[in-house]
């Protein structure tokens, strides 16, 4: 079955780095939109930035020029390099799959990973 596996995610200061990485199975990678979405509790989700199969990316004002997303068919693995973090970074990030990038937020999904960025 399809599985995603984000990894890479932890406590940083403001204006810090980090490198969230989603390792993709089940599922013939190169065919897939991926993207990366964030959710607080209490909070709405929401879709930060995706990549198609031709690897046209889009970003949500909030992460653009901060956020960059990357794809490595050959090891079918999704990448989210985030630079200068705010404390309002702080979120669950979880990657996800679809056929079509309309169509992430109802494809496959990882269980997420946790980003803490304190000021």
């Known amino acids: 079955q399809v599985q995603l596996v984000e990894s890479g995610g932890g406590s940083v200061q403001a204006g810090g780095s980090l490198r969230l990485s989603c390792s993709a199975s089940?599922?013939?990678?190169?065919?897939?939109?991926m993207g990366w979405f964030r959710q607080a509790p209490g909070k709405e989700r929401e879709a930060i930035t995706n990549?198609?199969?031709?690897?046209?990316?889009w970003y949500a004002d909030s992460v653009k020029g901060r956020f960059a997303i990357s794809r490595d068919n050959a090891k079918n693995t999704l990448y989210l390099q985030m630079n200068s973090l705010k404390p309002e970074d702080t979120d669950m990030y979880y990657c996800?799959?679809?056929?079509?990038?309309?169509?992430?937020?109802?494809?496959?999904w990882g269980q997420g990973t946790q980003v803490t960025v304190s000021s």
């Open positions: 996800a799959a679809a056929v079509g990038c309309s169509r992430l937020s109802s494809g496959y």
């Open positions: 089940g599922l013939t990678y190169s065919r897939y939109c």
């Open positions: 990549i198609d199969i031709k690897e046209n990316t």
